[in-house]
């Protein structure tokens, strides 16, 4: 269903609540926008971290599914947010490449990546970002530190692929080998990644025989997510010396991290990247400093 900017931008309005003990007034408002987020944990990351440095702070969910919208109505969805006054939205799943022909702009990052998961609404113009990227380069290091980087195959070539993509060329790794239901889609991420990094990627159908001789595989993929439960390739492709990474975090154990870890696997899931990706986005909404221990504390106790 598309109903329209005006109309989404009351929707919007009615969706903000001011942190308690605040006047309606002066909110910082701040949506996520996607399908199936209801289980997010960022609202209570976000908002806690602004009640903690004394902002007026409000964290909307934009659920396509809940609200019956159409992928159509997104533009309407940006424009709605403008008029209703919104300091920014985080996009996930489905839009983080589909949202960058409704912004004004894009920060050098997003542009590189050509992935946006954060947009900054400020003076009429939407300027896309992507803290994704950097959000999994601190957490691969913080959890995944000597990990051997010589060939790492990565399942997925969609938004959230393309940061992570450039995350682990940027992290080091020599031979990145994409893997996608979409064929076309995993070689446009492979030539979107140009220069130097683009000689180090390629694309392949046959996981099997990549997998055999991986030193790591990510899952950037939804398949694992409560929504999209199960493994996105057969587990027991995997051997004992390899790491796994995943970048889903609802669950924080998905079933292939449970399956790699029983195989003796050194595993990371996706919640170092969901609270580092949400620190910097704070900070762009803001233009305060997040605390990054506190924003941890903040996810976990959303669980």
């Known amino acids: 269903m598309?109903?329209?900017?005006d109309a989404v931008g009351e929707i919007l309005r009615g969706l903000v609540q001011p942190a308690a003990g605040c006047m309606a007034d002066n909110v910082i408002a701040i949506g996520l926008v996607g399908r199936g987020i209801q289980s997010s944990r960022s609202p209570v990351m976000h908002e806690r971290e602004g009640a903690r440095l004394g902002l007026n702070y409000s964290y909307t969910l934009v659920d396509f599914d809940t609200l019956g919208l159409s992928d159509h109505a997104l533009g309407d969805v940006l424009e709605g947010a403008q008029q209703a006054g919104f300091a920014g939205l985080n996009i996930t799943h489905p839009f983080k490449q589909a949202v960058i022909d409704h912004l004004d702009a894009l920060a050098p990052e997003a542009a590189s990546i050509g992935a946006v998961n954060t947009v900054v609404l400020r003076d009429g113009h939407r300027t896309g970002h992507n803290t994704d990227c950097w959000g999994f380069i601190e957490s691969f290091g913080e959890g995944m530190a000597g990990s051997k980087l010589d060939k790492v195959v990565q399942f997925g070539a969609g938004g959230a692929g393309a940061a992570v993509a450039y995350a682990l060329l940027e992290l080091g790794v020599a031979e990145l080998v994409l893997v996608d239901t979409d064929g076309p889609r995993a070689e446009q991420l492979r030539q979107n990644l140009t220069g130097a990094m683009a000689g180090r990627v390629r694309t392949a159908s046959d996981a099997r025989r990549e997998i055999a001789s991986a030193d790591g595989i990510v899952n950037t993929t939804p398949v694992g997510m409560v929504k999209y439960?199960?493994?996105p390739f057969p587990a027991d492709l995997l051997s004992a010396g390899q790491w796994v990474a995943e970048i889903i975090y609802f669950p924080e154990e998905t079933e292939l991290l449970r399956l790699a870890r029983a195989l003796g696997c050194r595993t990371l899931a996706g919640?170092?990247?969901?609270?580092?990706?949400?620190?910097?986005?704070?900070?762009?909404?803001?233009g305060l400093a997040a605390d990054r221990r506190a924003m941890a504390s903040h996810f976990e106790a959303a669980a």
Request: no cysteine; glycine share 14%; aromatic share 14%.
């Open 2 to 5: 598309r109903f329209g900017a």
């Open 229 to 231: 439960p199960g493994v």
């Open 271 to 286: 919640t170092g990247m969901a609270v580092n990706q949400a620190v910097r986005a704070f900070e762009l909404f803001t």
